[in-house]
C-alpha cells in the first residue's frame, strides 16, 4: 500500500483546493492508496461547502476588498473562517480501508487517528455519533459550520468543538477536509456575513461560536502546528500499520495544478 503525507505549508485559498483536486486525480489514476496533507492558509480565507449559494452565505464584496481570500471547497458543509488553523485533507480510493463503508462509518473511522493524535499531545477529546445544530438549524443561511456539531466531530468532553470536518466523493475517489483550530478566529466571520442577515440571528451565531468553539491552545499554549502534524503523521502511520511517506509537494506544480487554480477561481 503506497501512504504518503504532503505537507505543504501556507497557500492562499485557491490553491489550497486547486491541490486537494490534483491530489484526488492522482488517487484515481492510482498513483497513491492514501494521502494524507496538511496545510494552513494565507491570506486568511473563507471556504464554503461545495452546494453553497456565496451571496447567501457570505459578502463577498466585503470579504475579498478587505484582502481575505474566498474558495469553494469540494467538500460539503458550511462556511468556514481559516486562519489559525492545521488544516488536513484525506484522499483515498473509496474501497480503502480507512474510508470504506457508510458516510457514517468513513467518519468514525477518520475521527479514530485524530482523537489519538489529540490525545498524545496531552488534549483530552470525545466524538460523538449524534448531531447537534444550533443557531436556526443546518440548512439556515448565514450559518457557519461551527455553529454545529455534525456526526463523529472531534470535540471537547464538555462538548465543544474543536474539529470541523466535511467530506466528499466523487467517481470512486474519498475526500475530507478538517479544520484543527488552535486560536477562535471564528468570529471573524460575523463581519462579513450577508447584509440581509437578520440581528437576532447574528447575535445567536455570535454566542455559538464564542461559547460553542474549543481550541488547542486552551490546552496547550505552547503547542506548535507542526507538533500537530507530527501526531497526526504518527496516528494516520499506526492505523494503516504503514509509515506515511513525507513527498515533496514542489514535483506536483506544473500545468495541471495551475489548471485547477484557475477552475477553482472561477467556480465562485
Not at 99 to 119: D, F
Not at 160 to 185: C, M, P, T
Not at 221 to 250: C, R
Request: glycine letters at 8%; hydrophobic letters at 35%.
Amino acid at each position: 500500500m503506497k501512504a504518503v503525507h504532503f505537507a505543504t505549508g501556507e497557500h492562499e485559498g485557491v490553491w489550497n483546493m486547486a491541490f486537494d483536486r490534483l491530489i484526488m486525480e492522482l488517487v484515481r489514476e492510482n498513483r497513491w492508496d492514501f494521502v494524507l496533507r496538511t496545510y494552513g492558509w494565507d491570506p486568511a480565507c473563507v471556504s464554503i461547502g461545495k452546494l453553497q449559494t456565496i451571496r447567501r452565505e457570505i459578502d463577498s464584496e466585503k470579504l475579498i476588498g478587505d484582502g481575505y481570500g474566498l474558495v469553494r471547497r469540494p467538500t460539503g458543509g458550511r462556511a468556514v473562517w481559516h486562519e489559525t488553523e492545521l488544516t488536513y485533507s484525506i484522499v483515498a480510493r473509496l474501497d480503502h480501508p480507512m474510508v470504506s463503508g457508510s458516510i457514517s462509518e468513513a467518519l468514525k473511522k477518520t475521527a479514530i487517528p485524530m482523537v489519538n493524535a489529540m490525545n498524545s499531545l496531552g488534549i483530552e477529546v470525545a466524538v460523538s455519533p449524534l448531531e447537534k445544530h444550533r443557531a436556526g438549524g443546518p440548512r439556515t443561511a448565514g450559518n457557519p459550520c461551527f455553529t454545529s456539531h455534525g456526526k463523529w466531530e472531534v470535540g471537547t468532553t464538555d462538548g465543544r468543538k474543536l474539529v470541523g470536518s466535511a467530506q466528499a466523493r466523487s467517481r470512486g475517489v474519498f475526500l475530507e477536509h478538517g479544520s484543527i483550530l488552535f486560536e477562535n478566529d471564528q468570529l471573524k466571520i460575523l463581519d462579513y456575513l450577508p447584509k440581509d442577515t437578520p440581528q437576532r440571528l447574528k447575535e445567536i451565531i455570535r454566542h455559538q461560536l464564542a461559547d460553542g468553539i474549543a481550541c488547542v491552545h486552551e490546552f496547550r499554549p505552547n503547542l506548535e502546528m507542526s507538533d500537530m502534524q507530527n501526531a497526526l503523521h504518527e496516528s494516520f502511520s499506526y492505523i494503516l500499520t504503514v509509515d506515511l511517506e513525507y513527498l515533496p509537494f514542489k514535483e506536483l506544480e506544473g500545468k495541471r495544478l495551475s489548471e485547477l487554480e484557475y477552475e477553482c477561481r472561477n467556480d465562485l
